[in-house]
């Protein structure tokens, strides 16, 4: 990287993390000097202003799964105060892990803003200790793209084989390589006490690190026609695999993904309709389809013409939703179920006040409210308490390579296997 690149001591939120961290460079003997970074939300504040503490916990929320997406599971990580992350690589160099940590900033600015400004994102990478102060070398992001493009030679760049050991930015610059797998997990009935329900989703494994899942293993997540292809290899790989399990007398219902970019255009919207001519009748009484995607503030109009399209071929239509606010335009819709999306981790202490009003906004406009993200005994009950018609997550049960038969589960059923599993 640039020899001119200031060197800054651990002040403001560095020196109080100081202590954290030389206790995570002395516990860990993987972690080298150069392998642990402090990545600050400074710049998305600033660009937000005013909006900051309506959206912080979206960001962080955001931040939080990027980093399980991001990192090696041998890689440690923890939030230090309202605006930083501190990241502890296991295996990676100061310059490859720098970028990964930047990437992080600019996957939010994108997300959230819908642009980059790569001057304003920054990373302080930990150099060493001096007279007990840590100091750190602070990088742009556009500075350290720069440097990376430098040590690339343009074949690899452009060669389809482009060999990853001589190319430590090859994960940046192409897509990953992996092929997409399709993965079920089941969900709760929870009026029914069954799991007959199996959601379908994305997987990209990423060799030595956190696989990518849903949206993100799209060569191009922001790019219609890439969401286009991964929703057509979804449903194309889930029907074949259906209609063997159908021949053998198998049955449960499927909740497919398909995202609004999908629907929304035109021609995009005429070739995922002639993938779903071509389904099997037999088979439609047993999908649904789940919608990703809506805009906020979605007209009643246009969530109708996709519910519309969709009943043709299947039972009904899940929506995956952020807030309430658009549930009275999705329930004249004639969406059936509408979904929200817990983060990793969530606890009822935080999410328990958002999840009681969703559910009682969702009996109020006759939805049946389902959640997913549900890891933990408590969530579960808390979640059944509150009212949720399906519940989904890893208390419930984990994703798989195929769907299993409709299975009743009690909740004496599932206590017991909680306590069996722990």
Not at 66 to 79: S, V
Not at 109 to 115: A, E, K, P, T, V
Not at 139 to 159: E, F, I, K, N
Request: charged share 20%.
């Amino acid at each position: 990287m640039h020899g001119s690149a200031p060197q800054e001591p651990g002040g403001g939120h560095f020196t109080e993390a100081a202590p954290k961290l030389r206790a995570i460079f002395q516990a860990q003997t993987q972690a080298c000097a150069g392998s642990l970074h402090m990545v600050g939300l400074e710049s998305l504040h600033a660009r937000l202003g005013e909006r900051w503490p309506l959206v912080s916990d979206r960001v962080h929320m955001l931040a939080e799964r990027l980093l399980g997406q991001m990192l090696n599971p041998k890689d440690a990580w923890f939030r230090f105060g309202e605006e930083a992350y501190v990241v502890v690589f296991s295996q990676l160099g100061r310059t490859e892990a720098g970028l990964i940590c930047a990437k992080l900033v600019e996957q939010l600015q994108r997300l959230l803003l819908g642009d980059v400004d790569t001057a304003t994102v920054r990373v302080h990478s930990a150099v060493q200790e001096v007279g007990g102060e840590l100091l750190f070398h602070s990088h742009s992001l556009r500075d350290m793209l720069m440097g990376a493009a430098l040590q690339v030679p343009p074949s690899q760049v452009q060669g389809a084989g482009a060999d990853k050991t001589n190319n430590p930015w090859q994960d940046f610059i192409a897509p990953a390589d992996e092929p997409v797998e399709v993965v079920y997990r089941p969900i709760w009935d929870v009026r029914k006490e069954v799991l007959s329900i199996y959601q379908v989703r994305a997987k990209r494994p990423r060799r030595g690190r956190q696989p990518l899942w849903g949206y993100d293993c799209a060569a191009d997540p922001h790019e219609p026609q890439q969401i286009l292809i991964l929703d057509l290899t979804l449903l194309r790989q889930t029907m074949e695999v259906y209609a063997e399990l159908y021949r053998n007398q198998f049955r449960c219902f499927l909740s497919v993904p398909v995202h609004f970019e999908t629907l929304a255009g035109p021609t995009r919207r005429r070739e995922y309709l002639a993938a779903l001519q071509a389904i099997p009748k037999e088979l439609v009484a047993f999908l649904t389809f789940q919608v990703y995607g809506l805009p906020h503030g979605v007209p009643v109009g246009r969530a109708t013409e996709i519910v519309t399209l969709l009943r043709q071929f299947s039972r009904v239509v899940i929506a995956t939703v952020e807030g309430s606010h658009d549930l009275p335009a999705l329930a004249a819709a004639g969406v059936y179920i509408a979904t929200m999306q817990l983060p990793p981790g969530a606890a009822p202490k935080r999410w328990g006040p958002e999840l009681s009003h969703f559910a009682h906004e969702a009996s109020r406009l006759r939805l049946r409210a389902g959640v997913e993200g549900v890891d933990t005994s408590l969530m579960a009950s808390y979640a059944d308490g509150a009212g949720f018609h399906y519940i989904a997550g890893d208390i419930i049960g984990t994703w798989s390579e195929v769907p299993e038969n409709a299975l009743r589960l009690t909740r004496a059923d599932l206590r017991a296997r909680i306590m069996a599993d722990n």
